[in-house]
């Protein structure tokens, strides 16, 4: 039986990091922790990322990439399904890096990196909301002006980017653990979608609401 070969070290401090930003919010785990937690020492941790924001812009760039490649399938999306998969997908990736949400305002205070990067993506999100937007309207799907196409893509970006934050209003114990996240998600996934109701003719929102009240599949659930 061939073995897998062991992580690497850089590997294995994302992947933690990521798990304990995630939990407990990037302002709360210092690089102490991050190296107890790993059983390493703070020179081997520094060794690969000499600072915490150096860990947290790798981390956001592997987010991003993810984002783009999913981003980049909208252009596809001819249908309702084709929609809630699309949005769906992007709520699941972000939970997996919910912190970047939770705590956006204190890493744009203090990361200028950071700064541009997560301004640009909103503005990439929106392009490729527009983008599902128009495929839609363009299948008979959705009665929608083109001049009220930039604003319900701005709505449904922004109601996504916070709704983690609205989750965690909610429930601050609770709400961003790994047992009750993808929950989160699915519910985030409703109420984004929810906004294009009014465009929607009535057998459109029906198949809207059947598409809500399907059970996610056990292969989407979150376990970061």
């Known amino acids: 039986m061939t073995r897998k070969a062991p992580r690497r070290t850089a590997q294995r401090i994302q992947e933690t990091a990521l798990a304990l930003f995630n939990r407990f919010g990037e302002p709360n785990v210092s690089t102490t922790l991050l190296a107890t937690e790993l059983r390493i020492s703070p020179g081997n941790l520094y060794y690969h990322f000499p600072a915490k924001e150096a ?66 993506a909103l503005s990439r999100k929106e392009a490729a909301m527009q983008a599902m937007l128009s495929g839609l309207a363009g299948a008979g799907l959705l009665r929608l002006e083109p001049a009220e196409r930039e604003t319900l893509a701005r709505s449904m970006v922004v109601l996504a980017t916070y709704w983690l934050n609205y989750e965690f209003v909610c429930n601050p114990r609770e709400a961003l653990e790994p047992c009750a996240i993808c929950d989160a998600m699915v519910r985030g996934t409703r109420h984004t979608l929810q906004l294009l109701a009014p465009y929607l003719g009535a057998a459109q929102r029906a198949e809207l609401v059947r598409l809500a009240s399907a059970p996610v599949p056990e292969e989407d659930a979150l376990s970061t």
Do not use: C, K, P
């Open 55 to 120: 860990l947290i812009n790798r981390l956001h760039e592997d987010f991003e990439a993810s984002l783009d490649a999913l981003l980049a399938q909208t252009t596809d999306v001819r249908d309702l399904a084709g929609a809630w998969r699309f949005v769906r997908e992007l709520f699941e990736l972000m939970g997996r890096y919910r912190f970047l949400y939770r705590d956006m305002n204190d890493l744009l205070s203090n990361n200028h990196h950071l700064e541009t990067r997560l301004r640009e």
